[in-house]
């Protein structure tokens, strides 16, 4: 009697020399180091500035750094195929970054740079990997204040984003444009985990016949929020320290807002489903929630296609899931999917979930909510 062959056996049967899969790993993880300290130092943008080739000594002074540092990086650089280098004729080499590398790598790609995200997996590695490893073995989280550099990095981001898409491109697909009308006429407006409150200051600039109100559990980040709003002359924006789930109790806060948002702010919490009770008790009747938040599917099998699955599960291991599940938490983790999300919002009360995909932003999903 022939022998069966499991689907899994056929898998394993029909993937590549594995070998050969572990030096692609191990070489493209220390090209990610190495594009994050390029994006980083500049050399990119320097380069990208270039219309032909240069030398090492034409780089590095242009970006004002040290030769010797800059020849190592473009070794790795060249060998990685991410800069060009040919033999000029006095037999050194010249260095070039082509054109459409720089359409993804320099700063002035906008919101199609990829070059910036280099940088996480290095310092998650920093911040938090022998906590994470020991998760492992004690099933403990990792508190938010172990991620300083991180956090900084991620707000930085977050503000770039805000400022080329949030009103311009965003706010007018929601609703099928109605809420831009209403935003206009005037309502009360809710950024849960606002960061610095650059999404806030915007929407308040654009939008000053609203109120708006910024809550987030960081009290530094508040204060810059604060201090920068004031400083714009801003008055019809307000920020709050508090933890959302601890809102629950404020009897103040029920029904006092029309229009709330969660940019990438929910899957991080450590009572998600308590969480978003609370934004439906904050939300007046006919309110509006917007979750924003990465764009997957629950099962780890629907996710097999996903372009940067392996990338996004691992910033989730070592970030988005311990965070998650200090002290006790639920730890949902990046990675949750539109499956779970669309299970705890209807678990937390609200009565019309719309998921909505955003041209602007393929890696998130918007779940566009009403009470």
């Not at 924006?237 to 029904?255: N, T």
Request: glycine fraction near 10%; charged fraction near 20%; include cysteine.
């Amino acid at each position: 009697m022939p022998e069966q062959t499991t689907t899994a056996d056929a898998a394993t049967n029909a993937t590549p020399d594995f070998s050969q899969k572990m030096v692609d790993i191990l070489n493209y993880g220390a090209l990610n180091l190495a594009v994050g300290i390029g994006y980083r130092t500049g050399l990119f943008d320097v380069m990208d500035a270039f219309d032909d080739p240069r030398s090492v000594e034409a780089i590095a002074g242009a970006a004002g750094l040290d030769a010797r540092y800059v020849t190592e990086w473009l070794g790795v650089m060249c060998t990685g195929g991410i800069v060009t280098v040919e033999t000029a004729e006095d037999g050194s080499p010249r260095y070039r970054l082509p054109r459409s590398h720089g359409d993804v790598l320099a700063r002035r790609a906008g919101n199609g740079n990829l070059g910036v995200y280099a940088q996480e997996i290095p310092l998650l590695t920093l911040c938090a990997l022998e906590k994470v490893v020991d998760g492992f073995r004690t099933g403990e989280g990792v508190p938010y204040a172990a991620y300083p550099r991180f956090q900084a990095f991620m707000t930085e981001l977050a503000n770039a984003k805000h400022r080329q898409v949030l009103v311009d491109q965003f706010l007018p697909t929601v609703d099928n444009g109605r809420m831009v009308d209403r935003l206009a006429a005037g309502l009360r407006v809710c950024d849960l985990g606002c960061g610095e409150g650059v999404a806030l200051a915007l929407m308040a600039e654009a939008f000053p016949n609203s109120r708006f109100t910024g809550i987030d559990m960081d009290p530094r980040v508040i204060e810059i929020a604060a201090e920068r709003s004031a400083a714009a002359g801003l008055d019809n924006v307000v920020f709050r320290v508090g933890d959302v789930v601890a809102l629950c109790d404020d009897g103040d806060i029920a029904e006092s807002f029309d229009y709330i948002t969660a940019f990438d702010a929910i899957h991080d919490q450590q009572d998600p489903l308590g969480a978003l009770r609370t934004v439906r008790r904050m939300l007046a009747p006919n309110g509006c929630f917007s979750m924003i938040d990465i764009d997957s599917r629950t099962p780890h099998q629907a996710n097999l296609d996903h372009p940067m699955g392996p990338f996004l599960y691992t910033v989730s291991l070592m970030h988005c899931m311990p965070v998650g599940r200090f002290a006790g938490g639920a730890g949902l983790g990046m990675m949750w999917g539109r499956e779970q999300a669309t299970a705890l919002l209807a678990q937390a009360g609200f009565e019309s979930v719309a998921v909505v995909e955003m041209a602007h932003d393929p890696f998130n999903i918007h779940y566009f909510c009403r009470r």
